[in-house]
């Protein structure tokens, strides 16, 4: 039996050490380098001696037994990065993955809320106890930097500078950035700061649960859903939403779309386009609306 496993401990040394990749990523990525290699071990094929027609019977298997496109486009890429190391590392003298296409997917634009449902759902929170005026904080702050909420669920005070109006955010591929915010953001941390009980929180976290724990991503996102329910909003709201919303509205008031992707943590201006396609739609659909022959 062929052993290729030691090809694939390499390539996952270095998206780790080198490429400085995020932990679901290294693990998407060998995920399906793994799968690849259940299946040319089947054909008895080391990595290094696979050919472009032993990849394209792979991926061809893969859609057949149901791998929806988005997975798919995942899968070649994956094969792509691995083969590329290979190619670098003189492991390989030809890339089989050069010529890869790959399969086309669906455009999904993110959901957004307007300014108008930004206000009704930041003014369907009380303030009538820590809880409430959490929520706030956490709210305004989401949607003042467009954080992920990973990120806003453990922020901690060393994170935040309160006197200079900035976040310091250590994101995906610990890749560090900075992220100003407005005096709105800033009031309602400080109203919640004043309720806050001081609680002895080992990991100094900024927004913490009534118990003084740190807050989940399941917890934010059922009180979520209940402040959006109150505020009479009927859409599907996530934390991601508010994310969306702040760069799409940054967008659209003419900010540089290369700030946005600052400001987002994101690697490729490619992913921070997308905001731009929300805008055109409704000049589109203002177009067709208003244009007498529209």
Same mark, same amino acid.
């Given at each position: 039996?062929?052993d290729?496993? !030691?090809?694939? #401990? $390499?390539?996952?040394?270095?998206?780790?050490?080198?490429?400085?990749?995020?932990?679901?990523? =290294?693990?998407?990525?060998?995920?399906?380098?793994?799968?690849?290699?259940?299946?040319?071990? #089947?054909?008895?094929i080391?990595?290094?001696?696979?050919?472009?027609?032993?990849? @394209?019977?792979?991926l061809?298997?893969?859609?057949?037994? /149901?791998?929806? +496109?988005?997975?798919?486009?995942?899968?070649?890429?994956?094969?792509?990065?691995?083969? #590329?190391? *290979? %190619?670098?590392?003189?492991? &390989?003298? @030809? %890339?089989?993955?050069?010529?890869?296409?790959? +399969?086309?997917?669906?455009?999904?634009?993110?959901?957004?809320?307007?300014f108008?449902?930004?206000?009704? *759902?930041?003014?369907?929170?009380? $303030?009538?106890?820590?809880?409430d005026?959490?929520?706030?904080?956490?709210?305004e702050?989401?949607?003042?930097?467009?954080?992920?909420?990973?990120?806003?669920?453990?922020?901690?005070?060393?994170? &935040?500078?309160?006197?200079?109006?900035?976040?310091? =955010?250590? /994101?995906?591929?610990?890749?560090?950035? *900075?992220? +100003?915010?407005?005096?709105?953001?800033?009031?309602?941390?400080?109203?919640?700061?004043?309720?806050?009980?001081?609680?002895?929180?080992?990991?100094?976290?900024?927004?913490?649960?009534?118990?003084?724990? #740190?807050?989940?991503?399941?917890?934010?996102?059922?009180?979520?859903?209940? &402040?959006?329910?109150?505020?009479?909003i009927?859409?599907?709201?996530? +934390?991601?939403?508010l994310?969306?919303?702040?760069?799409?509205?940054?967008?659209?008031?003419?900010? $540089?779309?290369?700030?946005?992707?600052?400001?987002? /943590?994101?690697?490729?201006?490619?992913? @921070?386009?997308?905001?731009?396609?929300?805008?055109? $739609?409704?000049?589109?659909?203002?177009? !067709?609306?208003?244009?007498?022959? /529209?």
């Open positions: 039996m062929p290729n496993q !030691k090809p694939l #401990k $390499d390539f996952v040394s270095y998206i780790v050490v080198e490429k400085g990749l995020s932990k679901n990523t =290294i693990l998407a990525y060998r995920s399906d380098i793994l799968k690849f290699v259940a299946f040319v071990e #089947k054909r008895r080391q990595l290094e001696n696979c050919q472009h027609q032993d990849i @394209t019977d792979f061809w298997q893969a859609k057949v037994d /149901g791998l929806k +496109p988005k997975s798919l486009y995942r899968l070649v890429e994956s094969l792509r990065q691995f083969y #590329k190391f *290979l %190619n670098s590392e003189d492991i &390989i003298k @030809t %890339n089989p993955t050069l010529y890869l296409s790959s +399969p086309r997917i669906p455009e999904n634009l993110p959901d957004m809320l307007t108008d449902e930004i206000m009704l *759902l930041l003014n369907a929170v009380t $303030d009538k106890d820590e809880v005026v959490r929520n706030r904080a956490m709210l702050l989401l949607y003042a930097t467009g954080l992920r909420v990973s990120e806003l669920i453990n922020l901690k005070f060393s994170n &935040i500078n309160l006197q200079d109006n900035f976040l310091r =955010i250590i /994101g995906k591929g610990s890749k560090e950035r *900075l992220i +100003p915010f407005g005096e709105k953001a800033k009031t309602f941390i400080n109203i919640y700061l004043l309720k806050r009980k001081p609680y002895a929180n080992s990991e100094d976290n900024v927004f913490i649960s009534r118990l003084g724990k #740190k807050l989940s991503r399941v917890e934010f996102w059922r009180q979520l859903k209940n &402040i959006s329910k109150k505020a009479g009927n859409k599907n709201i996530t +934390p991601h939403t994310r969306h919303s702040f760069a799409t509205h940054l967008l659209a008031g003419g900010a $540089d779309i290369r700030f946005v992707q600052e400001m987002l /943590g994101h690697a490729s201006i490619a992913t @921070t386009q997308i905001y731009t396609h929300l805008d055109k $739609d409704k000049i589109i659909q203002q177009h !067709k609306n208003f244009h007498p022959r /529209g």
